[in-house]
C-alpha cells in the first residue's frame, strides 16, 4: 500500500510540475511583440487604403521599413 501510495505521489507531481507553465517571454517581451505586431498590421492598412484609394502608383512593395 505504502508503494501505490507513493507511486501516485510522484506520479501526481509529475504531472503537476511538468508542462508550460513557465512563460517563455517575460510580461514586458511580450507587449512589445504585440506592439510591434499592432503597429505592422496598421502599416499593412494604410498602405490597402492608399491602393484603394488610388493615392500611391500600383506596386507590389511597401514603402516602410520590414524587418
Known sequence: MKIVA???L???SML???GCATPGY???ERGQMIVRNW???WKQAQDDIDHFLLLRPASHL???SVE
Open 39 to 41: 503597429d505592422y498590421e
Open 16 to 18: 503537476c510540475a511538468a
Open 10 to 12: 510522484v506520479a501526481g
Open 62 to 64: 511597401t514603402v516602410w
Open 6 to 8: 507513493l507511486i501516485g
Open 26 to 28: 517575460s510580461a514586458q
